[in-house]
DNA sequence: GTCTATAATTTGATAGAC
DNA sequence: GTCTATCAAATTATAGAC
């Protein structure tokens, strides 16, 4: 991919973030890298194309991090409320596929079906590391329930006292996922 | 209000539950109720406007209902399990405030100020009723997230999933809120 | 690959008749 | 209160020169 391609999606993530699918615009993209509109479409030809191609990116970035940090943090639970607090680091960085799958229904097939997958590649790595299907879908809902709730009322410390309950280690690692990542 | 005016945020809110804020026109709204745009500027003279009043109406009714089914059930936190549960009775009945607060720095400043009220008013409530601050915060983002992560796979059972847990009942209601109700 | 230019449509909003 | 008519701007997307 060339560099101009993904200083595409880096702004259309950027701008994804805050306002969704229709948060942005190709002259709003092309005027943050510097070209003009109908060279954001020789790369991404519809808008459709370029939502979905940075939701896959990003779901692909996700997992790797969250491998990552396996290797050093135990504990998954505390890991995924890691990774998804990182969004929250500064006012535009919302996970976007929370932003998009609140109006979910209202967005291209290509889009709604990518962030489909990340929520779902969301669930299969936490049942992977041992949790129970519900206790991951709560935990799914919780995270990504604390980002909108923080963002609605511009106070991310909501984000640290809804998921206090999980940080606490009340319980240790489940055994499979320790297993797992010792080999 | 006239009738008109709330058919237009009837219309408004319906379409708002599916596309947010940008997820609506003032010719659509016009041709769901039959009548002319214009006629919807002279009801709400700007979109901030109508989707300011649209929120704070959900607000104020959502109020109105956790009073009534307090009434009926003493478990504070099945009623509100239940209540944000019922936003998803079809697929464009999403909580509103769920989907703008995933964009809300995006938002006109009266729309971004309705969604924080909703959210703070849910807090507050939930305090009310004896939950700890930390416990209605986690509570209030787990049923806001699992409404995002169920529209976005499209399968509502996991909102049912995301909340089991909460509907065990596998505490009593708590003192301070039993007391109130019985006055 | 990037540009200029433009098509075709939609948008929020207003003026003024009735 | 609702209408017709319209404006000014923005939108996604394409054609064709370089």
Known sequence: ???????????????????????????EIAADVGVKSSSVHYHFPTKEDLAAAVIKRYTAETAELIERELGK???????????????LHSQDRMCPCAVLGASSQDLPPEVAAEVKRFFKMCHDKLVEEGL????????????????????????????????????????????????????
Chains 1, 2 share one sequence.
Do not use: C, H
Request: net charge positive.
């Open 1 to 27: 991919m060339s560099d101009v391609a993904a200083a595409i999606m880096d702004a259309a993530e950027r701008r994804m973030r805050r306002g969704g699918f229709n948060g942005f615009s190709f002259r």
């Open 73 to 87: 943090e135990s504990n998954p639970i505390k890991v995924w409320v890691k990774a998804f607090r990182g969004t």
């Open 132 to 183: 129970p299907p519900d206790e991951a879908s709560q935990l799914l809902s919780t995270i990504t329930g604390a980002l909108v709730v923080a963002n609605a009322v511009n106070d991310f410390s909501v984000y640290d006292n809804a998921t206090r309950e999980f940080t606490k280690s009340k319980k240790p690692a489940p055994m499979k996922a320790a297993a797992r990542r010792l080999k």
